[in-house]
């Protein structure tokens, strides 16, 4: 499994980002995906997921609201759109696969693979 994640970079406070995920090596559509973030000194933390069809999503309270997260099951992309951003999403953003078929994705230890981050600097 390759998970491949893109689109970070450096914004300034309320302006938008998109990151993507590729992934390859796996069936796709039979996976939940997330994204996670960690911050410099801080744990690794769950920041959104979507179910195989992608019409289930689930966010932590800190960017619901903010953040859409969304996949293409035919391009095997997943993507993170973030609005109003803020400096304490400054962080690296990792995209994740469930380690099994077809369940939800709520936390780290559910994952079978991680993409190799994405940074997001977010200036005040």
């Known amino acids: 499994v390759q998970l491949q994640a893109s689109g970070g970079g450096l914004v300034q406070a309320g302006g938008s980002l998109r990151l993507s995920c590729a992934a390859s090596?796996?069936?796709?559509?039979?996976?939940?995906m997330g994204w996670f973030r960690q911050a410099p000194g801080k744990e690794r933390e769950f920041v959104a997921a979507?179910?195989?069809?992608?019409?289930?999503?689930y966010y932590s309270d800190f960017v619901k609201g903010r953040f859409t997260v969304v996949r293409d099951n035919a391009k095997k992309t997943m993507y993170l759109q973030m609005n109003t951003l803020k400096p304490e999403d400054t962080a690296v953003y990792y995209c994740?696969?469930?380690?099994?078929?077809?369940?939800?994705?709520?936390?780290?230890?559910?994952?079978?693979?991680w993409g190799q981050g994405t940074l997001v600097t977010v200036s005040s």
């Open positions: 994740a696969v469930h380690r099994t078929q077809y369940t939800r994705l709520d936390v780290a230890a559910q994952v079978g693979s």
């Open positions: 090596g796996l069936p796709f559509s039979a996976y939940a």
């Open positions: 979507v179910s195989t069809s992608g019409g289930n999503t």
